[in-house]
Nanobody, 125 residues
Framework: QVQLVESGGGLVQAGGSLRLSCAASGRTFSRYAMGWFRQAPGKEREFVAAISRSGGGTLYADSVKGRFTISGDNAKNTVYLQMNSLKPEDTAVYYC??????????????????WGQGTQVTVSS
């Protein structure tokens, strides 16, 4: 079993920044590829960013490319999502997820086995 706990969400003005954290416990964290997804009210959950098991590969949705950065710290069993130049359309509940099957970063939701409870990010205009 893997437990994932997100933190760092909140309310920020457009153009501002937030850093989300996802702390993992349970099985060996360094064996997983990790991802961030988000879900806005009335919309489906969508891919945001992912990092490979080794940490050497990353993948981003076009909507966040150049603004968001995913990174991991195996010593702390934590993955981060640095979000800069936030826009009102970034408002959503953000979820981190663990993919225990793949080594590469993937944006396919169905590949992820474990999910956190989510953290709310609200960007005001």
């Amino acid at each position: 079993q893997v437990q994932l706990v997100e933190s760092g969400g909140g309310l920020v003005q457009a153009g501002g920044s937030l850093r989300l954290s996802c702390a993992a416990s349970g099985r060996t964290f360094s064996r997983y590829a990790m991802g961030w997804f988000r879900q806005a009210p009335g919309k489906e959950r969508e891919f945001v960013a992912a990092i490979s098991r080794s940490g050497g590969g990353t993948l981003y949705a076009d909507s966040v490319k150049g603004r968001f950065t995913i990174s991991g710290d195996n010593a702390k069993n934590t993955v981060y999502l640095q979000m800069n130049s936030l826009k009102p359309e970034d408002t959503a509940v953000y979820y981190c997820a663990a993919d225990t099957k793949d080594a590469i970063a993937t944006g396919f939701l169905y590949r992820y086995d474990y999910w956190g409870q989510g953290t709310q990010v609200t960007v005001s205009s």
